[in-house]
């Protein structure tokens, strides 16, 4: 609900939004690093809860200002679309490179990501926070029409 009405709140929600979503992870790095979550104690279920909501309003956010076939966090979506779209399905492949990189980056990441799991839970996390702070400044340009 939070992420509809920052969508429809236009620039401003834009901006808002993905500061705010940056910020969640953040606040889940700063939970994680002193309780150290795992499966045998509560202290995940806060970073659960932190994640789920910055995972939600990301969604509402990408759905209205996300790059098109570029969305990981619908990529059931965008791997139906590279199939039923392909030549074999009898489609013009519109997008294939697009949705194949796509495909790749996430495949790339989740390795990357799980990988960093050995080390604890805090590491992900914090490599998910800083490639979005990077990529903040492209997410919080004015929007051109």
């Known amino acids: ?22 910020s969640l992870i953040g606040i889940a790095v700063l939970v994680v690093a002193p309780t150290r979550p795992g499966p045998a104690n509560d202290a ?37 679309a ?18 194949s990189a796509s495909i790749v980056i996430f495949a790339v990441c989740a390795a990357v990501g799980a990988f960093l799991t050995r080390y604890g839970v805090l590491w992900p996390i914090l490599t998910a926070f800083i490639l979005f702070v990077l990529a903040l400044p492209v997410l919080l340009q004015p929007q051109t029409k």
Not at 1 to 22: K, N, P, S
Not at 82 to 99: F, I, K, Q
């Open 1 to 22: 609900m939070a992420g509809g009405r920052l969508v429809r709140a236009a620039e401003t929600g834009r901006r808002a939004g993905f500061a705010i979503d940056a």
């Open 44 to 80: 995940r279920y806060p970073v659960i809860m932190i994640l789920a909501c910055a995972m939600g309003l990301q969604n509402a956010l990408m759905r209205r200002w996300g790059i098109r076939d570029l969305a990981t966090n619908l990529m059931t979506l965008t791997l139906t």
């Open 82 to 99: 590279l199939l039923a779209d392909c030549t074999l399905g009898g489609g013009d492949n519109p997008r294939a490179v697009r949705r």
